[in-house]
């Protein structure tokens, strides 16, 4: 069944895109739009055939969520997003972050969660923030769960744990860490590293089927990935307000001179105060 693209609103675009993104690696990439061409290899990721073009929110769904849901990576993708300040930090020193950005930004959030398999956050986030991490704001299923806790210091109160509405995978270190309750699974690392490692814990999470990952934070997960050179695309919402201290979205290692930096091609999204700097970083290959 094709819709024809002057029918399409942004409702009917949100729920092609997650038809996209839960497809699984087999199935066909077709886009069920008369109009739309999907081009995998385009920056966009689609273009206009023919004489319509789509209403500018439903252009803007499909500019920033199709390279999301289609390409050679999109079965197996892994994304990072973080809100930051103008000097770039997440959260204050005593991780108080609710909220950097704006409701645009909370609403893309929920929409991330909802296009993946697996949202991942650090045992901080969970600490401080308390998060559900479902997709309360917006159509679609909630991702599974993934808490890097690697000395299992995390008590079983969190809602993470204690809802168990969503699947919740913990992992940590072996050895370490309390019970935890029925719907919650616990991955455990037997290596001698402090580090959980990236690759560990996608192959982990890819093992059960887990294959489209979103990184949601903090800063110090979000680095892990990227120092591993395991994030296929980054989305930055840079919000207007200077903390002046706080806790670093970046923390890699040190580089003597600006040719070491990490470069990265970018688009950017207004978000309603906010803008959004959505690099990929391993492009098609
Ligand atoms: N602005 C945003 O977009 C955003 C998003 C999410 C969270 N936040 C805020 O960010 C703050 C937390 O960020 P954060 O950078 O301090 O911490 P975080 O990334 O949430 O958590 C870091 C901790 O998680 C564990 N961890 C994560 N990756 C690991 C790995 N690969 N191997 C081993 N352990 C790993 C470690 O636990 P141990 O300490 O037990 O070793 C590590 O110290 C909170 O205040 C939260 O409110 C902001």
Redesign the pocket.
Do not use: K
């Given at each position: 069944v094709s819709t024809p693209l002057a029918e399409v609103d942004e409702a009917s675009a949100w729920e092609l895109l997650l038809g996209l993104a839960h497809r699984g690696a087999s199935a066909s990439p077709a886009f069920p739009v008369a109009g739309i061409e999907l081009c995998e290899a385009a920056p966009r990721g689609w273009q206009v055939v023919g004489a319509h073009t789509p209403a500018a929110s439903v252009e803007r769904l499909l500019d920033l969520y199709l390279p999301l849901c289609v390409g050679p990576r999109a079965h197996c993708l892994v994304l990072a997003?973080?809100?930051?300040s103008l000097d770039g930090r997440?959260?204050?020193e005593s991780?108080?972050?609710?909220f950097?950005?704006g409701h645009e930004d909370l609403l893309h959030t929920h929409r991330l969660r909802a296009l993946f398999d697996a949202v991942v956050?650090?045992?901080?986030?969970?600490e401080?923030?308390d998060p559900r991490l479902t997709t309360r704001m917006v159509e679609g299923p909630s991702p599974t769960r993934v808490i890097?806790?690697?000395?299992g210091?995390l008590g079983c109160e969190h809602h993470v744990f204690a809802d168990e509405s969503v699947d919740t995978i913990v992992i940590r270190h072996a050895g370490h860490g309390a019970a935890m309750p029925e719907r919650t699974t616990v991955i455990e690392h037997t290596g001698a590293c402090?580090?959980?490692?990236?690759a560990f814990?996608l192959a982990s999470l890819r093992a059960r089927g887990l294959r489209r990952i979103f990184i949601?934070?903090?800063?110090?997960?979000?680095?892990?990935?990227l120092a591993a050179g395991t994030i296929d695309r980054l989305h930055i919402?840079v919000a207007p307000v200077i903390l002046g201290s706080g806790?670093p979205?970046f923390v890699l290692p040190t580089i003597e001179t600006l040719d070491a930096a990490l470069r990265l091609p970018c688009d950017h999204f207004p978000l309603g105060g906010d803008v959004l700097f959505d690099c990929p970083i391993r492009s098609v290959e």
């Open positions: 997003h973080l809100a930051t997440v959260a204050t991780g108080n972050s609710q950097i950005s956050v650090g045992a901080s986030t969970v401080h923030d890097l806790d690697p000395r210091r402090d580090d959980l490692p990236a814990v949601e934070g903090g800063g110090i997960t979000v680095s892990r990935f919402t806790r979205a």
